[in-house]
């Protein structure tokens, strides 16, 4: 966004049996070895402190958010298939928050500045692909943690992965 990098990250998957380290997609182009280390805290599963994983796609396409773009007031989240347009419309159905880290010598550093807030509109597009959410006022330089609640596609599936996180570096001058 105007030079600035940014953007969401998602959960791809969960439950692996140690943290990931490295990704190659294997030689059909569509399955995914996980080579994972671990040790003390989060980075372990069941104390698994190594791993080699293989993750093959079913052919299905799961409910989830496809991406998170920035607006001037807001975001806009997209969808890989249409979602409940009253769901969508409530505001209740955005749970964020925004933080930032405080750099460390060590290894990550601790969430700061944690702040709820709420979006005063929630918009969703005539094909329930998308929805788009205004804020009276946004901060550069944070996380924003999107959880979505009690929203289903037009089929009743639940989403897959409920959060996104988006480091919003800058907010953009202009519309794209």
């Not at 293989?54 to 991406?67: I, Q």
């Not at 001037?72 to 009253?86: M, N, W």
């Not at 460390?104 to 709420?118: D, I, L």
């Amino acid at each position: 966004v105007d030079g600035e990098y940014q953007g969401a990250v998602f959960r791809l998957t969960q439950g692996l049996e140690a943290g990931v380290n490295r990704l190659v997609w294997g030689p059909d182009g569509k399955t995914l070895y996980i080579g994972g280390i671990g040790s003390n805290g989060n980075w372990n599963h069941k104390n698994h402190r190594f791993g080699l994983q293989r993750l093959v796609p079913n052919g299905k396409t799961t409910f989830e958010m496809l991406k998170v773009l920035v607006e001037l007031d807001g975001f806009t989240i997209h969808f890989t298939q249409p979602a409940d347009p009253v769901a969508l419309g409530k505001l209740t159905t955005y749970e964020l928050d925004t933080f930032h880290y405080e750099p460390k010598e060590f290894y990550g550093g601790p969430k700061v500045g944690t702040e709820r807030f709420a979006p005063v509109q929630a918009t969703p597009s005539k094909d329930g692909m998308s929805v788009r959410l205004k804020f009276p006022s946004m901060k550069a330089g944070q996380v924003v943690n999107f959880r979505l609640v009690n929203l289903n596609s037009t089929k009743g599936e639940p989403l897959w992965s409920t959060e996104s996180w988006y480091t919003l570096n800058r907010i953009p001058k202009r519309k794209p």
